[in-house]
C-alpha cells in the first residue's frame, strides 16, 4: 500500500536549516501538478498559458500545515528539474510573504525559498539576501502572474529571511501535529 507522501517526516535541523521537499512540479514544466493524499497519487491541476513555465521545482514540506489546508509550498532551486514525486533534502534560504485572494477572501499563501543540498550551481548560497534581485524578482512575479491567471491576486507582503522561514515552518509543523492528534493518529 502507497503511503501518504504528505505525511513524511520533514526531518527539521533547525542548525543547518536542513529539511526535506517532496516536489510535485518539475522545473521547465508549464504543467502544475498537485499531490492528492485520499488517492496517494499526483493529478494535473492545470496547464500554464503560452511562454509560462516554473522557475525552479516546486513542493511541499511534508508533515506541515498552512493556513489554506494544505503543505507548506516551497520552491526549490536546482540547477536540472527534479522528478515528480522526488524526495529532496533542501536547505531552507527564505520566504516570500503573501496574502492571496480569490472572490473576495484573503488568506495568508507564503512561498518558501530552499536549495536542493546537491546543488552545485546554487549550494553556496545560505539566504534569499543572497539571491540576485533580479532573480528574486522574476521569482516574485513568477507567483503574482500564476495566481493572476487563476483570478486571484497574490500580494507579497515582505520577504524574509531563513530564521523567518524556519519560525513558520515549525508552526505548520506544530499544525500538522494537532490535526494528526485530533484525527487519532
Known sequence: MMIDLTCLPLHLDTDTRVCRAVI???KGSRIKFRYDPQARSFMLGRVLPEGMVFPFDFGFLPSTLGED???LDIMVMLEAPAPMGCLIEVRILGIIVATQTENGVSRRNDRLLGIAVHSHAHGHL???KE???TLLSQIEEFFVSYNKQRKRTFQIKEVGGPNTAIKLLNVGSRSFKKT???KGH
Open 24 to 26: 510535485e512540479t518539475p
Open 180 to 182: 494528526q492528534k485530533e
Open 126 to 128: 545560505k539566504t534569499v
Open 131 to 133: 539571491l540576485s534581485s
Open 69 to 71: 489546508g494544505d503543505p
